[in-house]
């Protein structure tokens, strides 16, 4: 089967394309096109001469259709991702998450695609209303990200519902690991204590979170998203596992074997109705259909990802909030 991963070149995205490459899939990479013809991580990647890379844009139809037109299967994760960014400019995101996704519903209806795998977010069920939070529960988005990610996935569910297009959402708890930018909490941690600093910046420290490897997350993604019971429906990817931002950033200081102490910085607060105070997963669904389980432990993925860090450091401006 021929895939393509729209995205591919961000942090899943990644991980994603070189799983599917690693299990003998025909991959294409959606990447967003610049004018260096950057591929993101997929430059560095070791199975770069085995993807076929494509340059466009998800806002842009005509790039979309032409990418999708010799494709089986799509895995769709391109999108805008950073919350504090989406306060800032609300429209992007409905440009890029709501549009694009559109565009990629909307080309695979008209080619008669096989399987289209839409990438959702637990942040759209804001601040649990009951735990573990399973498929049923309701939506409450409180960014403009999860408003947009939302308004994707009930696009994509009314393309199964109104066409038959065979769509699939997957719906990742918070997912890290190597490769992930400093927009988000561990990098943030991480990459401020190996730069030396003797205090690091957070926000809000009470917020739990359900934290999922990222190659957990993309084996996720292949096992539930290709799976034929799957059609038409959501599924969480979860550890059903939460820690607070407080004791995650007291677990990695004593990984990295540093003494910092931790801060609030104001400016990485989110609005106080904006905040999701709490997101635990109940992924049986997943499981029970499909067999899929996280592998990796928190402590020991956050190894590797402070390892990763350590070698990649260069990557990381600690001195700034990377919105």
């Not at 013809?37 to 997929?42: A, E, T």
């Not at 519903?105 to 573990?132: D, F, H, M, N």
């Not at 990200?145 to 959402?169: E, N, Q």
Request: without cysteine.
């Amino acid at each position: 089967m021929k895939v393509l991963v729209t995205g591919s070149e961000g942090f899943i995205g990644s991980h994603l394309t070189e799983q599917l490459v690693e299990k003998g899939y025909d991959v294409k990479g959606f990447v967003r096109y610049n004018s260096d013809n950057n591929w993101g991580w997929l430059e560095n990647s070791k199975y770069k001469k085995d993807i076929e890379v494509y340059t466009g844009d998800l806002r842009d139809f005509d790039s979309v259709y032409d990418a999708v037109k010799d494709v089986e299967a799509v895995f769709h994760l391109g999108a805008l991702i950073a919350i504090p960014y989406s306060y800032l400019s609300p429209m992007a995101y409905i440009k890029t998450n709501v549009e694009g996704t559109y565009n990629v519903l909307e080309a695979a209806r008209k080619i008669g695609i096989k399987r289209v795998v839409q990438t959702s977010t637990s942040e759209i069920y804001g601040t649990a209303q009951y735990v573990p939070i399973d498929e049923k529960h309701p939506y409450n988005p409180q960014s403009p990200y999860a408003a947009s990610k939302a308004s994707a996935d009930h696009l994509a569910l009314s393309y199964y519902r109104s066409f038959g297009t065979p769509v699939t959402i997957v719906r990742p708890f918070n997912t890290y690991g190597p490769r992930q930018s400093a927009r988000a909490i561990i990098p943030t941690i991480i990459s401020q204590i190996l730069a030396g600093k003797k205090q690091i910046k957070l926000g809000n420290l009470n917020p739990t979170r359900d934290l999922n490897y990222v190659k957990d997350t993309a084996a996720g993604f292949l096992e539930v998203g290709l799976n034929e019971k799957t059609i038409g429906d959501v599924y969480n990817l979860g550890t059903g596992k939460e820690i607070s931002i407080g004791n995650l950033a007291e677990k990695i200081i004593k990984l990295t074997g540093k003494k910092v102490e931790i801060i609030t910085d104001s400016q990485r607060l989110r609005p106080e109705k904006s905040e999701v105070e709490r997101l635990l997963s109940n992924s049986d669904k997943s499981r029970n259909l499909t067999g899929w389980v996280p592998r990796y432990t928190l402590e020991e993925g956050l190894l590797e990802t402070i390892e990763w860090i350590k070698n990649n450091l260069h990557y990381f401006k600690t001195d700034i909030y990377n919105v």
